[in-house]
């Protein structure tokens, strides 16, 4: 028979084991990266990219922006852009007022491509024009901070497919965004 003495201390330890013992799983888990931690994101975020970080001004102040810079020939993928562009916009339903796609344009811009869209033109920055050198979307709050970016898509299908991550990402801060 078990004395009551050793009883309550394998007790004891076993209470020790069932709270020291997730803490320490925890611990190591951390420390070793082992734990991903979910993305509701389509875009890859930027951090600490600024329209006064790239010595420019703000062209839509207090407002959210889609950036998109035209390149010095606009081919099929830059015509989809477009198109996906204006797409997108439309696609923001009741929030579209909030929203402004700004097509940035250089002097080595073909801007015959923007006939037939609507879109507010601005001159970019050299760091801005470098940043978006790339044909990338660009996202932008309201206080003129960069917020995601969405790499060039190749195929036709792949843009249309990204258009629908920007809308999707673009609706999720414009809920949770009290400004702009």
Same mark, same amino acid.
């Given at each position: ?5 050793? !009883? ?10 069932? +709270?020291?013992?997730? /803490? ?16 509701? !994101? ?15 001004? !703000?062209? %839509?102040?207090?407002?959210? %922006? &889609? $950036? ?17 562009? %204006?797409?997108?916009? /439309? #696609?923001? @339903?009741?929030?579209?007022? *909030? ?5 940035? =344009? ?10 037939? +869209?609507? +879109? ?7 760091? &801005?024009?470098?940043?978006? !050198?790339?044909?990338?979307? /660009?996202? =932008?709050?309201?206080? @003129? ?16 497919? %990204?258009?629908? #991550?920007? =809308?999707?990402?673009?609706?999720? $801060?414009?809920? &949770?965004? *009290?400004?702009?």
């Amino acid at each position: 028979m078990n004395s009551p003495k050793k !009883n309550g201390k394998k007790t004891l330890i076993l209470l020790l084991l069932a +709270f020291v013992l997730p /803490v320490m799983a925890a611990k190591i888990v951390l420390s070793f990266d082992l734990y991903q931690g979910g993305a509701t !994101n389509k875009g890859q975020l930027l951090e600490s990219v600024s329209y006064q970080s790239l010595d420019m001004a !703000n062209p %839509q102040p207090q407002e959210w %922006q &889609l $950036l998109y810079q035209l390149p010095s020939h606009c081919d099929a993928i830059c015509e989809d852009r477009l198109y996906i562009l %204006q797409q997108s916009h /439309v #696609a923001l @339903g009741r929030n579209q007022d *909030r929203v402004h796609t700004i097509i940035m =344009v250089n002097q080595h811009s073909d801007t015959a491509a923007l006939t037939g +869209f609507d +879109f507010v033109t601005a001159a970019p920055s050299k760091q &801005l024009s470098k940043l978006l !050198n790339q044909q990338e979307l /660009v996202i =932008v709050d309201p206080l @003129g901070s960069l917020v995601m970016s969405y790499p060039i898509a190749e195929d036709h299908q792949a843009q249309i497919m %990204q258009g629908k #991550a920007l =809308v999707a990402d673009l609706r999720k $801060l414009l809920k &949770l965004s *009290r400004i702009g």
